[in-house]
């Protein structure tokens, strides 16, 4: 038979040629986001408070830290704080730069702020004593007793003030260039850090710089401001060891980064991989047509993808491992509908493989639910392009005569029975075993593998912290006497029972803590007013309605961290009345993250199985098949999820979907091996082809640098050889099963006159003679 000719000349050419310009244009468009925002809950409360705080306070941020070599560091030799001051105001001017906190800035602020309150004191000093002259002039008194009234008019005022003039007269002038005014301010008696500088000073020769961007950027727009502060660093021309550039925008640019950078390697190896066993197994009898799945794959891939560019929709990670996945199972339907096989059981498997992948979008979790419908959406375009190109091109012939099986050759029951008992005993251990499995979805675990987590483990060791988690207290006014008060007993109960968990950093009770602990309103009100506001804004918004008392915190196992979290919680004082409280930072995001996914452990799985059933018992109109499906899963899945338990592994946000994935090659293998039993040949060598593909496309996963990546490639080739095996199993075992009742129905039943009571007598029934017998 010859290749169907284009019908209407130009026609379909034109529709091709506008369908791969559309691609390349949506391709060009693809964009990768690796944000928080994919790995926590829509609508989920603590990462409503996290946005709320960084639009106030800014996000959190790149942390820099810097190990001056001089003998008088970064903060004790002029020439160097000059620097570091030229260099906290280039990183504050970086765009998407909200704030820059740092020594430099904070010695700065702090002298311009003692000039100002000296003058002030100074001025408001004289005002006072000319006033009291005026008045014992007008009364007529003598000279010794208008000294007397001026004193007494002063004593009041120098008990309240003269403090601050006197502990800054020692200092000198305040200026960066006053070695004793610097270190009076940022280091105690003893040289070392004062303690409320230890975040920003951890030793008397180094500083930390914490570049909090704006509120709402983009990955893009993160990965560009850790370039320039890499590069302002770089450039600042500091006498420093090797900095330290770390933090969570860090790390979420470093994984998204990556992962740009293996989509492209690892799509192309696993296409070389699946195309290497298309055409190394011999099961097309001309080698140039082994390539036609591949063709289909790779169209519905890229068109899968294009249509995201289109849509402005970021991929998130998943896009690495979808590649490889839609180019594993999307071959396989191009596979079987290039060949003279039913196509409508064909077409049932594939519309129940693209709804079991559908059924993720039910994840609370972003970063699942793309995960999922993109899938989906992948194995729907490629089975479009895989009937197309059959309506162009001719079919493919088998490598071998096609032939029905014989009935001898089908298994006993009895060892299958056996085999089947314990196959669904270990399935059941692994079900079991599931809630066990511990589950991971911060950001060190998903950059695993990468060198950018050295930052993060050099930072904790000088900084004794690698993150945030901030008490956000909300009300009208927290300027206010109790909202101090409670700020300054939130922080003693953190401290005195978490100290060894939680560092203070920048808190309002430390920033205040010279007004003491009766100060009224007034003072509160007037002791605001002495702060930069450099400083004050850190802690206080500008209209008074926030206040952010902000701790360190190492960024460890989740299940430790969510501990923390509900001590925390239900330690901390009650909120003065009119006032709320809330614990908010990425930690909290990543707790409510791993509940959600804790949650939803057997519901995603469950789901997408049951979908598949039903699309399969619907299509073709048979219970049994349906069941069989459902079996085959089920037995693949518990198999799996025993062998990560074995191993002690994690589930992360993607191998948490494994259960639908293996859903969907147990779908397709079962539907087809059972055709296979009953009719060609070359199917069940077909099917297996489609296994070994799918299994080697997945490995290729183990390319990635990203640990997360490697980690799902190989639970994934797992599932795909547990499923075909789980699929031989259930379809031989019914086959069996089904040949034994005959039998024994043959032995017991009258053999008509015109029929043989030879197995020979002719094929067995078709399928679909067999499906309506069985309806």
């Known amino acids: 038979m ?22 390349g244009a949506g391709l060009a468009r693809v964009r990768i986001d690796t944000g928080t925002d994919s790995f926590v809950p829509r609508g989920d409360a603590s990462y409503a408070q996290l946005d709320a705080r960084d639009a106030e306070f800014g996000g959190d941020p790149v942390v820099v830290v810097l190990e001056g070599t001089t003998p008088g560091g970064l903060l004790l030799d002029p020439e160097q704080l000059r620097g570091l001051v030229t260099l906290e105001g280039t990183l504050s001017r970086i765009p998407d730069v909200a704030v820059v906190y740092g020594p430099g800035t904070v010695l700065n602020q702090t002298a311009t702020s003692v000039r100002n309150v000296l003058l002030q004191i100074s001025g408001r000093r004289d005002a006072i004593e000319n006033v009291a002259r005026a008045q014992a002039a007008a009364q007529g008194l003598t000279l010794a007793r208008t000294q007397l009234r001026v004193d007494a008019a002063l004593a009041e005022f120098d008990r309240r003030y003269g403090a601050l003039v006197g502990q800054a007269m020692p200092m000198g002038l305040p200026s960066l260039q006053n070695e004793r005014f610097v270190a009076s301010v940022l280091l105690g008696p003893d040289g070392d850090p004062r303690p409320e500088w230890k975040f920003l000073v951890p030793s008397a020769k180094s500083a930390t710089l914490l570049v909090r961007p704006r509120n709402g950027i983009d990955q893009v727009a993160a990965a560009r401001l850790v370039d320039r502060v890499e590069e302002a660093v770089g450039d600042s021309g500091l006498a420093v060891a090797d900095p330290i550039v770390t933090g969570a925008p860090v790390l979420t640019s470093a994984v ?31 080698r140039r047509d082994r390539l036609r799945p591949m063709l289909a794959a790779a169209l519905g891939t890229l068109t899968t993808v294009a249509v995201f560019g289109w849509l402005d929709r970021p991929l998130s990670l998943g896009v690495v491992a979808f590649l490889p996945i839609v180019l594993g199972i999307g071959s396989d339907f191009p596979l079987y509908l290039s060949q003279p096989t039913q196509r409508r ?37 490629t089975v479009g392009w895989a009937v197309v190109l059959r309506s162009r091109l001719r079919e493919v012939e088998p490598a071998a005569p096609s032939r029905p099986a014989r009935p001898s050759e089908a298994s006993r029951p009895g060892p299958l029975r056996l085999l089947a008992a314990a196959a669904a005993t270990v399935a059941v251990a692994g079900w079991l075993a599931l809630p066990g499995l511990g589950i991971e979805s911060s950001p060190e675990q998903l950059a695993e593998g990468l060198p950018e987590l050295a930052g993060v483990d050099r930072a904790e060791e000088v900084l004794g912290f690698s993150g945030e988690i901030s008490l956000v207290l909300r009300g009208d006014n927290v300027l206010s006497p109790a909202a101090l008060a409670w700020s300054a007993d939130a922080e003693e109960v953190v401290v005195t029972r978490h100290g060894d968990q939680l560092r203070p950093l920048l808190t309002m009770g430390r920033l205040l803590q010279f007004l003491g602990p009766d100060a009224t309103a007034d003072q509160v009100s007037a002791g ?22 902000t701790f360190g915190v190492e960024l460890r196992d989740l299940d430790d961290q969510r501990t923390l979290l509900d001590q925390v919680r239900a330690e901390l004082p009650p909120a003065p009345p009119g006032y709320d409280v809330e614990v908010v930072g990425l930690p909290v ?39 069989m499906v459902a079996s085959a899963s089920l037995l693949a ?81 797992a599932g795909v050889a547990g499923s075909y095996v789980a699929a031989l199993v259930v379809v031989h075992l019914v086959e069996a099963e089904r040949r034994s009742r005959a039998d024994r129905l043959s032995r017991t039943s009258p053999t008509p006159p015109h029929l043989p009571p030879t197995p020979e007598s002719g094929p067995a029934p078709s399928v679909d003679e067999r499906t309506k017998e069985h309806v």
């Open 2 to 23: 010859n290749a169907k000719p284009w019908v209407g000349s130009v026609g379909p050419a034109v529709l091709v040629l506008v369908a791969v310009v559309a691609i």
């Open 637 to 717: 899945s518990g198999w799996v999820y025993l062998g990560i338990r074995l191993q002690d592994g994690e589930l992360s946000p993607l191998t948490l979907a494994v259960g639908a994935l293996i859903t969907v090659t147990a779908c397709e293998f079962t539907v087809m091996l059972d055709s296979a039993v009953h009719e060609d040949r070359w199917l069940r060598r077909s099917v297996a082809v489609a296994a070994c593909a799918g299994t080697v496309g997945y490995l290729c996963l183990v390319a990635s640098d990203l640990a997360v990546l490697r980690q799902f490639g190989l639970v994934l080739a």
């Open 256 to 286: 998204s980064d990556r992962a740009a950078d293996d989509a492209p390697r690892v799509g192309l190896l696993a296409l070389l991989g699946v195309g290497l066993v298309f055409l190394a197994v011999p099961w097309s009898r001309r």
């Open 528 to 549: 605001s007013t002495l702060l930069p506001p450099y400083l004050l804004n850190a802690v206080v918004t500008g209209d008074g309605s926030s206040a952010s008392s």
């Open 345 to 381: 059981r064909v077409l049932v498997a594939a519309a129940g493989a693209a709804l079991a992948f559908a059924t993720l979008a039910i994840s609370q979790l972003p970063f699942v639910r793309e995960f999922g419908l993109a899938l989906a959406a992948g194995v729907v375009a």
């Open 589 to 627: 995001v990543a707790t409510s993250g791993l509940e959600a996914m804790s949650d939803s452990r057997y519901l995603i799985g469950l789901v997408g199985l049951v979908a598949a059933s039903l699309v399969v018992g619907l299509g073709l109109r048979s219970l049994r098949l349906a069941l």
